[in-house]
C-alpha cells in the first residue's frame, strides 16, 4: 500500500513507539524520497530511526570482539564461532552505513536550504564513515577514515563559519568529531582542542542558554565536559603508568580496552524521549 508524505511521517513516529525500528526505516526512506526538503523534526526523525537500527549491532559488534581478544589468549576451539557471528554483524552494519550514505548523498546534502540543515546531513555522513572504522581494518579502515575526516572538517567549517554556537547542531558537531579524533585517528590533543575549544565558547553564553531553557543544548555542553575529565585522567593515568612502569602500563591499556569505556557522542536513542527529536 502506497501512502502520503504526511502518513509516512506518522508511520515513522508509531514505528518508533513501538520498537520496530527497520520498519521505522523504510517509512523514513519514503517520505524522503517522495520529499527530501526535511522540517527540523522530519531529520531528526530520520536521525534517531538510523540509530535504532545500528546502536544494538554496534554493542553486539563490540561484545563479541571482547570476547574474541579473551577466547585468542586462551587458544580456545571457540574463536571460529565467535568470528562468523561477528563477521555477520559486520555485514550488517555496513549495509546500515551504505544505506543512510546513499540517501544522504542522492536527496539530503543537495537540497539542504541553509548551512545549518547542511551541517547536519554533513555530521550524520561523517558519524556513519565513524562507525565504519569501528570494525573495519586494513583498507577499508583508511577509506572510511579518510572520508570520515574529510566531511567532520568540512561540517566544521562551515559551523564554525555561519552557526552560532548556541545552536546544537554545532555542538554536536563539535562533540562527534572530537570523539573521532580521540577514539579512531588516536589524536588525543586535537580531540581535546575541539572538544575545549566548543565548552569554552559555549561557556560565554552559558546564562543566556539557561534563560531560554535550550535543554539540548546545555545537555551537549555537559557531554562534552565529561569527555574532556574523561580525556584527561586517561592520558594523566598513562602518563603516571609510563613514568611508574611500562609493563603495568601495558596491562592498564589492555584492560581499558576490555571494559570498552566509551566516551559519549550526539545520540538520540540515548539522550531523547520517545517521541521526541532535536537537531
Do not use: H
Request: aromatic share 10%; glycine share 2%; hydrophobic share 30%.
Amino acid at each position: 500500500k502506497n501512502y502520503t508524505r504526511e502518513e509516512y511521517v506518522y508511520l515513522a513516529k508509531l514505528y518508533e513507539r513501538a520498537e520496530r525500528f527497520p520498519d521505522m526505516v523504510k517509512a523514513i526512506n519514503k517520505y524522503v524520497e517522495l520529499d527530501p526538503k526535511l522540517t527540523k523534526d522530519e531529520r531528526n526523525i530520520l536521525s534517531a530511526g538510523y540509530k535504532n537500527i545500528i546502536s544494538d549491532k554496534r554493542a553486539s559488534w563490540r561484545l563479541l570482539n571482547s570476547m574474541e581478544r579473551k577466547e585468542e589468549k586462551k587458544n580456545s576451539s571457540q574463536i571460529a564461532n565467535i568470528r562468523e557471528v561477528k563477521e555477520n554483524i559486520e555485514r550488517e552494519l555496513n549495509q546500515i552505513c551504505d544505506q543512510i550514505q546513499n540517501v544522504i548523498d542522492k536527496y539530503l546534502i543537495p537540497n539542504a536550504s541553509d548551512s545549518e540543515t547542511k551541517v547536519f546531513f554533513l555530521k550524520l555522513k561523517g558519524d556513519y564513515y565513524r562507525y565504519k572504522c569501528e570494525f573495519a581494518s586494513g583498507k577499508d579502515f583508511d577509506d572510511a577514515c579518510a572520508k570520515a575526516e574529510k566531511v567532520y572538517k568540512e561540517a566544521y567549517e562551515i559551523a564554525n563559519k555561519d552557526i552560532p554556537i548556541t545552536n546544537s547542531t554545532r555542538l554536536g558537531l563539535a562533540l562527534n568529531y572530537s570523539v573521532f579524533y580521540y577514539e579512531i585517528r588516536g589524536l588525543r590533543e586535537e580531540a581535546c582542542t575541539i572538544a575545549k575549544t566548543a565548552f569554552d565558547e559555549s561557556m560565554k553564553v552559558l546564562d543566556d542558554l539557561e534563560k531560554s531553557k535550550a535543554k539540548d543544548t546545555l545537555l551537549i555542553i555537559q557531554l562534552l565536559k565529561e569527555n574532556l575529565i574523561l580525556w584527561s585522567n586517561e592520558m594523566n593515568e598513562e602518563e603516571e603508568n609510563i613514568d611508574n612502569d611500562n609493563d603495568s602500563n601495558n596491562r592498564n591499556k589492555e584492560d581499558s580496552i576490555s571494559n570498552d569505556i566509551i566516551p559519549k557522542e550526539d545520540n538520540n536513542k540515548d539522550i531523547i524521549k520517545k517521541g521526541n527529536y532535536f537537531g
